[in-house]
């Protein structure tokens, strides 16, 4: 017990450590390097990181493989974005978003009317990609619908979503999506200052997002959600309902895509029904493939490291940069089946110690401890 706390400890210290170092270090080092602007691109990705660990909380540790995280993000955005455009001048005679008078618009819609407020926004952001998943869940799960189904059911919902918001021009600008954002708390939103801002709240973000996912992954509820991944008729046989359990988790991984893309819009200056597209959320389970399934810093990472492999390869081969970035999926799919924190916890360890040549017998820590430095297992 007492290591365990020892770990959690050194676990959080660790997550302090780093989030610090990126709130406070990293930026004015890259303004210093000349490489200002990557600031906010690490800050779009970061934001990215928190749509990873929501789908590795349901993937790699619920084995239910969403096609169409890519509608709850765009719900987030879009709440977000709708409280920006509502951000008016004192001294505007047209208290209305720039696109709706070019469709003829002379009234804000009521839709629009509560996104005056920034608590209901917050609160729309978090409970309405939550409730929805929750409903989409409940309809998926109570008929017991699961596996590649699934995620048939989850990628038509992005084809239903994305039609949905395109032909929406009057309401939300249809395909054009919501854009020019201008103040907020009475604040530029381009100002170099208030980006930061931005940045440091996406940081807090992903920590919280982090923690939660730590907890819920771990002890007993943890070892159900492993436990339906595995062998979802047995758990329903020991008296617990899988549904249940399936739901809340699908309802918590939809809101927490959801705060992603709320933090993902004033960073890039749009949202539109792209974000919605199935190749998105492809996308999405790509970081986390890349990454490491059922491995909340694999997620991290995984989306880190392919975005990042984007905005670098299209910098420097911007013909053929999608060539470079398939082969770079290829690539870690046949050698890194497991991802690259799988690869580490597996054979990069084993590569590891005997390059040190510190290679331990795995059995109980007691004989560990009693064993002969020297001993090399057979490999017989």
């Given at each position: 017990?007492?290591?365990?706390?020892?770990?959690?400890?050194?676990?959080?210290?660790?997550?302090?450590?780093?989030?610090?170092?990126?709130?406070?270090v990293?930026?004015p080092?890259?303004?210093?390097?000349?490489?200002?602007?990557?600031?906010?691109?690490?800050?779009?990705?970061?934001?990215?990181?928190?749509?990873?660990?929501?789908?590795?909380?349901?993937?790699?540790?619920?084995?239910?493989?969403?096609?169409?995280h890519?509608?709850?993000?765009?719900?987030?955005?879009?709440?977000?974005?709708?409280?920006?455009?509502?951000?008016?001048?004192?001294?505007?005679?047209?208290?209305?978003?720039?696109?709706?008078?070019?469709?003829?618009?002379?009234?804000?819609?009521?839709l629009?009317?509560?996104?005056?407020?920034?608590?209901?926004?917050?609160?729309?952001?978090?409970?309405?990609?939550?409730?929805?998943?929750?409903?989409?869940?409940?309809?998926?799960?109570?008929?017991r619908?699961?596996?590649?189904?699934?995620s048939?059911?989850?990628?038509?919902?992005?084809?239903?979503?994305?039609?949905?918001?395109?032909?929406?021009?009057?309401?939300?600008?249809?395909?054009?999506?919501?854009?020019?954002?201008?103040?907020?708390?009475?604040?530029?939103?381009?100002?170099?200052?208030?980006?930061?801002?931005?940045?440091?709240?996406?940081?807090?973000?992903?920590?919280?997002?982090?923690?939660?996912?730590?907890?819920?992954?771990?002890?007993?509820?943890?070892?159900?959600?492993?436990?339906?991944?595995?062998?979802?008729?047995?758990v329903?046989?020991?008296?617990?309902?899988?549904?249940?359990?399936k739901?809340?988790v699908?309802?918590?991984?939809?809101?927490?895509?959801?705060?992603?893309?709320?933090?993902?819009?004033?960073?890039?200056?749009?949202?539109?029904?792209?974000?919605?597209?199935?190749?998105?959320?492809?996308?999405?389970?790509?970081?986390?493939?890349?990454?490491?399934?059922?491995?909340?810093?694999?997620?991290?990472?995984?989306?880190?490291?392919?975005?990042?492999?984007?905005?670098?390869?299209?910098?420097?081969?911007?013909?053929?940069?999608?060539?470079?970035?398939?082969?770079?999926?290829?690539?870690?799919?046949?050698?890194?089946?497991?991802?690259?924190?799988?690869?580490?916890?597996?054979?990069?360890?084993?590569?590891?110690?005997?390059?040190?040549?510190?290679?331990?017998?795995?059995?109980?820590?007691?004989?560990?401890?009693?064993?002969?430095?020297?001993?090399?297992?057979?490999?017989?």
């Amino acid at each position: 017990m007492k290591n365990k706390q020892q770990a959690l400890l050194l676990e959080v210290g660790i997550v302090i450590a780093i989030a610090l170092v990126l709130m406070f270090v990293v930026p004015p080092v890259l303004v210093a390097l000349g490489q200002g602007f990557r600031v906010n691109l690490l800050g779009r990705f970061l934001a990215l990181a928190i749509v990873g660990l929501a789908i590795d909380l349901i993937w790699g540790y619920t084995g239910l493989l969403s096609l169409g995280h890519g509608v709850f993000f765009g719900l987030g955005g879009y709440a977000l974005a709708m409280h920006l455009k509502l951000q008016f001048p004192p001294d505007a005679e047209i208290k209305l978003p720039s696109f709706m008078p070019l469709y003829g618009v002379t009234e804000l819609p009521w839709l629009w009317k509560p996104f005056f407020s920034f608590p209901f926004t917050v609160a729309a952001v978090i409970l309405v990609p939550a409730l929805f998943g929750a409903l989409i869940g409940y309809l998926i799960f109570r008929n017991r619908i699961r596996g590649v189904y699934f995620s048939i059911l989850t990628q038509a919902l992005t084809i239903i979503f994305f039609n949905f918001f395109n032909g929406q021009q009057k309401l939300i600008n249809g395909t054009n999506g919501l854009t020019d954002f201008q103040t907020i708390f009475g604040y530029r939103i381009s100002d170099p200052q208030t980006q930061m801002w931005f940045y440091w709240l996406t940081v807090l973000g992903l920590v919280g997002a982090y923690a939660l996912c730590r907890w819920l992954t771990s002890g007993r509820f943890g070892c159900l959600l492993v436990a339906i991944r595995d062998d979802e008729p047995r758990v329903r046989m020991t008296g617990y309902n899988p549904t249940t359990v399936k739901v809340f988790v699908f309802a918590i991984s939809a809101a927490l895509a959801g705060i992603a893309g709320a933090l993902y819009t004033p960073q890039t200056g749009i949202i539109s029904p792209k974000a919605m597209d199935i190749a998105f959320s492809i996308e999405m389970v790509i970081w986390v493939a890349v990454g490491g399934r059922a491995s909340l810093v694999g997620a991290i990472l995984g989306t880190l490291v392919v975005n990042f492999a984007k905005s670098l390869l299209s910098e420097t081969f911007p013909q053929v940069w999608l060539f470079f970035l398939g082969g770079l999926f290829l690539a870690i799919v046949m050698l890194l089946p497991d991802g690259i924190v799988g690869w580490l916890r597996t054979s990069g360890w084993e590569w590891w110690e005997k390059l040190t040549g510190k290679r331990q017998l795995r059995t109980y820590p007691k004989l560990e401890l009693e064993m002969d430095e020297s001993y090399e297992p057979s490999r017989d």
